[in-house]
């Protein structure tokens, strides 16, 4: 239905939480490495994962080996930068939720990369700083299935 990337994940336990919501949500996941640990690491099985949930992952060696593999699709950037809500698009088929490392987000050449209308961002208070990230990407890639009556599910 939709992809998630992950830019350069730092952190195993929280991209072990994102493989698993991809794989309850339906979700292509892309994990642009370089990664922050190795994807055979204790702290990803502990997420329950199993073989079975690497099936819809695809590791690319960087950005731009990324951006080829996802040519033709729509990518959004996720980043408290962003310059609307998350709820305001109208999330399509095959879009991209395209989100930064945990301690410094999208480094600012991706987001230039990216027209300010596909910058988005989850409303918070303001005095906080952000949200964590497999929270922020449930919270988006979740509004995104919403908007097609979670299409799939059971």
């Known amino acids: 239905m939709f ?17 698993r919501l991809a794989r309850n949500n339906g979700c292509h ?6 990664l922050g640990f190795d994807l055979e690491e204790k702290k ?13 992952i695809s590791v690319h060696k960087d950005y731009p080996a990324f951006l080829q593999a996802v040519a033709g699709q729509q990518i959004f950037a996720c980043t408290t930068k962003g310059s609307r809500p998350h709820h305001e698009p109208a999330y399509q ?12 987000g999208l480094p600012d050449q991706v987001l230039a990369s990216v027209v300010p209308e596909l910058r ?15 929270n922020a990407v449930a919270i988006i890639s979740y509004e995104a299935w919403r908007q097609h009556d979670f299409s799939g599910a059971k």
């Open 3 to 19: 992809d998630i990337a992950l830019y350069e994940p730092e952190i195993a336990p929280n991209t072990g939480n994102i493989m």
């Open 29 to 34: 996941l892309h994990l642009i490495e370089p």
């Open 44 to 56: 990803l099985r502990r997420a329950g994962l199993d073989y079975a949930d690497f099936g819809r």
């Open 93 to 104: 088929a095959g879009d991209v939720l395209l989100f930064g490392p945990e301690t410094r």
């Open 120 to 134: 988005i961002r989850i409303p918070m208070q303001p005095d906080s700083r952000s949200l964590n990230l497999s």
